[in-house]
T-cell receptor, first 116, second 110 residues
Framework: SAVISQKPSRDICQRGTSLTIQCQVDSQVTMMFWYRQQPGQSLTLIATANQGSEATYESGFVIDKFPISRPNLTFSTLTVSNMSPEDSSIYLCSVEILAGGTDTQYFGPGTRLTVL | EDQVTQSPEALRLQEGESSSLNCSYT??????LFWYRQDPGKGPEFLFT???AGEEKEKERLKATLTKKESFLHITAPKPEDSATYLC???????????FGKGTLLTVNP
């Protein structure tokens, strides 16, 4: 398994501002992901954070709105830019662990974002 | 496009009253079906991965089963501490993207 921490755990922001969320893992991992969980909705993948190259974004998500950094194999950041109330959500990072022929995604505790 | 539908949306049980949660899915090339538990204000906690039809896995009072179209999470003699939202997700193809259902909110009353 993996121990994943996120900072901040929650924040309240004004519209038009940006927030950067950090994700730290206790071991080196190849695959890191960022998800969004809107109220009453399922988790939706925003992008795959690739170490040493640009993130791979899912349909409906763009780099200008959600820039991602992955400077090494244990750390990543997600920035939510030019925020609006519709960005109010829980943002989660996850990592893929391959062990013993099985693969599992483990999730961080999430960052609860409220945009006023 | 991969799809996951979970039912019921909410389930209220009495302590000791066994039941099952359903996860119906469509996926191109199932890589795995995953069950998670999510408590309020926390990230999803991994429970099981199932890879092929007929596979079963157990953990304490939980048992997950898989067919070609759906998965069941059976809860035997639940306790109040089993109250949580249970999420189902599928991974398909060669990438590691997971597609999640909306979850089932389980409440177990003492």
């Amino acid at each position: 398994s993996a121990v994943i921490s996120q900072k901040p755990s929650r924040d309240i922001c004004q519209r038009g501002t940006s927030l950067t969320i950090q994700c730290q893992v206790d071991s080196q991992v190849t695959m890191m992901f960022w998800y969004r969980q809107q109220p009453g909705q399922s988790l939706t993948l925003i992008a795959t954070a690739n170490q040493g190259s640009e993130a791979t974004y899912e349909s409906g998500f763009v780099i200008d709105k959600f820039p991602i950094s992955r400077p090494n194999l244990t750390f990543s950041t997600l920035t939510v830019s030019n925020m609006s109330p519709e960005d109010s959500s829980i943002y989660l990072c996850s990592v893929e662990i391959l062990a013993g022929g099985t693969d599992t995604q483990y999730f961080g505790p999430g960052t609860r974002l409220t945009v006023l | 496009e991969d799809q996951v539908t979970q039912s019921p949306e909410a389930l209220r049980l009495q302590e000791g009253e066994s039941s099952s949660l359903n996860c119906s899915y469509t996926v191109s090339g199932l890589r795995g079906l995953f069950w998670y538990r999510q408590d309020p204000g926390k990230g999803p906690e991994f429970l099981f991965t199932l890879y092929s039809a007929g596979e079963e896995k157990e953990k304490e009072r939980l048992k997950a089963t898989l067919t070609k179209k759906e998965s069941f999470l059976h809860i035997t003699a639940p306790k109040p501490e089993d109250s949580a939202t249970y999420l189902c997700a599928v991974g398909g193809g060669s990438n590691y993207k997971l597609t999640f259902g909306k979850g089932t909110l389980l409440t177990v009353n003492p």
